[in-house]
């Protein structure tokens, strides 16, 4: 019979096949994802991290790889705020959680719900990187160290504000010396508490310095002891970077004296607990009032004896100073004598001017002298000098007379010569022509009656 066929009973003969069920893409990976969960609800997963960042969602996603295959894996964000270190690539981890897929890429991850390192020795490698990091970079360097102030006004904590350290802080601070103290409240450990942590440390560098919240004149950034990854956050980069920029100095307290994070490295001062940063802060007020009253008594001693000093050597120096009367009486001849000889070069000088003086009036009264009789005789050569000239001549009643060249004649013979004789009287000149018809004799008479 064909195999096909199965007779049961009386009933009509059914009819089976080899084809496999039909499901439709919903119903497939539903069964898939059913089957998944059901067969990793509850696994651990050891691998490295890999491609791991967090989304605005406050979600981390990131991946788990061995050397042959690679996990999906998600952290959701309530899970996230509870891990006690930031997700980081290369870091060895073993992840708890149960496997999932994921329809809409036909895909399957791993949701984490809790993750541990992988053994302590794969923390210490990545500390050491980091450290080595860091350092090359020179954010440990001692130059970049700044000074602690000796005695500063305002205190800044950076810590949690409900545990124990804050309390030790404000009553080592209070027992020692009274400064005012500023919390800046953060998460000290767990996802997101790196950030918190570098945020407190901007935020009291941004203050201003004489504002209403005064900046604090030093930092002190705390938490109490732990396992390295509970203080695996004051290792993070964004941390380190943070103190190393502040123009505050900062003052390291994490964890117990044999807790060394890299925020040690970078910080001003490292102190071995919370309380021995409050000791590093403050000076005790009771040593500083002993030691200032240690010291003013020694300077008023120092005072005293340097002015019993100093009056023994005045006392000194005033023996082998003459009296004051003796130098005064000396002081005073000296200024007679002075004041004698001046009042006689004065009157020498005087008399001296004035003989001067005297010499100079009588050369001035010969000079005028001199010029009296000089203008006198003058005057007389000017009267005996006008007595001959022309004028004077013509008005006492004589003529000149001048040929027609204008020289003048001086007897008959050349009045005959000349043509014309211009004959010149007090009041004009007369012209006249000697070759007239009248004879010589009467022109000489003429001539002769008028000169």
Not at 131 to 137: A, L, T, V
Not at 180 to 205: R, Y
Not at 396 to 401: C, K, P, S
Request: glycine share 6%.
């Amino acid at each position: 019979m064909n195999d096909l066929f199965e007779i049961v009973s009386n009933q009509s003969p059914t009819i089976t096949t080899n084809e496999p069920k039909e499901y439709s893409v919903s119903e497939i990976s539903f069964e898939i994802k059913k089957c998944v969960e059901n067969t990793f609800n509850r696994v651990r997963v050891k691998g490295e991290i890999f491609g791991g960042k967090r989304a605005d969602s406050g979600h981390w996603y990131l991946s788990l790889k061995d050397e042959n295959a690679v996990l999906s894996a998600v952290i959701w964000r309530g899970t996230a705020t509870k891990l006690p270190f930031k997700p980081e690539d290369g870091l060895e981890v073993i992840a708890t959680g149960k496997i999932t897929t994921f329809a809409g890429k036909s895909s399957y991850q791993m949701v984490i719900e809790s993750l541990e390192i992988a053994g302590t020795g794969a923390l210490l490698k990545l500390l050491e990187e980091r450290k080595q990091k860091f350092m090359s970079e020179g954010l440990f360097s001692p130059e970049h160290k700044k000074k602690i102030p000796f005695l500063p006004e305002t205190i800044g904590v950076v810590t949690s504000p409900t545990g124990a350290v804050i309390r030790d802080i404000i009553h080592r601070v209070t027992d020692r010396f009274p400064s005012h103290i500023l919390l800046w409240p953060s998460l000290v450990q767990g996802e997101g508490a790196a950030e918190q942590i570098a945020k407190a440390i901007k935020g009291f560098n941004d203050l201003p310095k004489k504002g209403r919240i005064k900046r604090p004149d030093v930092l002190i950034i705390a938490r109490g002891g732990g396992s390295l990854e509970d203080l695996w956050a004051f290792n993070e980069e964004v941390v380190i970077r943070a103190v190393y920029d502040s123009e505050i100095p900062i003052i390291s307290a994490v964890g117990h004296e044999t807790d060394t994070m890299l925020i040690d490295y970078v910080a001003d001062v490292r102190a071995p607990t919370p309380t021995g940063a409050a000791e590093f802060a403050v000076p005790v007020r009771s040593d500083l009032l002993s030691k200032v009253a240690t010291l003013r008594s020694r300077m008023l001693s120092a005072i005293g004896h340097y002015f019993s000093e100093r009056q023994n050597i005045l006392q000194g120096l005033e023996r082998g100073i003459p009296k004051l009367d003796q130098i005064l009486a000396d002081a005073r001849q000296h200024l007679d004598d002075k004041i004698e000889r001046l009042q006689t070069s004065i009157k020498n000088y005087t008399a001296n001017k004035q003989n001067q003086i005297n010499l100079i009036n009588l050369k001035s009264y010969l000079i005028e002298n001199i010029i009296d009789k000089q203008n006198t005789s003058l005057k007389n050569l000017s009267l005996r000098l006008e007595s001959v000239s022309i004028d004077s001549v013509l008005q006492r009643g004589f003529a000149w007379v001048k040929d027609e060249k204008q020289q003048t004649i001086y007897s008959i013979k050349q009045a005959q010569k000349a043509k014309n004789l211009n004959i010149q009287f007090i009041d004009g000149i007369l012209t006249t022509n000697t070759k007239s018809k009248k004879n010589d004799q009467t022109l000489q008479g003429d001539l002769f009656d008028m000169l």
